[in-house]
C-alpha cells in the first residue's frame, strides 16, 4: 500500500531537515563567535604596536586600553 507522505517517512523527513539546520546554525554561530574573539584580539595587537612605535604615549596606552 502506498502511503500518503504524512506517514513514518515524512516524518523522518522532517527530522532529518532539522537535524541539517542545526547543524548549520551551530557551525554559522561558531564561526561568528571566532571572528568577534579575532577582532578583539586584534585591536589590543593595534594598540601595542601604537604604543611600541611611539604614536601614543603610556597614559594613552592605559586609557584606551582600560576601554578595550
Known amino acids: 500500500m502506498m502511503g500518503t507522505g ?3 517517512g515524512g516524518f523522518g523527513m522532517g527530522l532529518g531537515l ?3 539546520i542545526f547543524v ?3 557551525l554559522y554561530y561558531v564561526l561568528t563567535e571566532k571572528n ?3 577582532r578583539a584580539d586584534s ?3 593595534v594598540l601595542k604596536q601604537r604604543y611600541a612605535c611611539g604614536e ?6 592605559l ?5 578595550i
Open 6 to 8: 504524512f506517514g513514518i
Open 18 to 20: 532539522l537535524f541539517w
Open 24 to 26: 548549520f546554525l551551530a
Open 36 to 38: 568577534k574573539t579575532v
Open 43 to 45: 585591536a589590543i595587537d
Open 56 to 61: 601614543i604615549t603610556r597614559d594613552e596606552y
Open 63 to 67: 586609557q584606551v586600553k582600560k576601554e
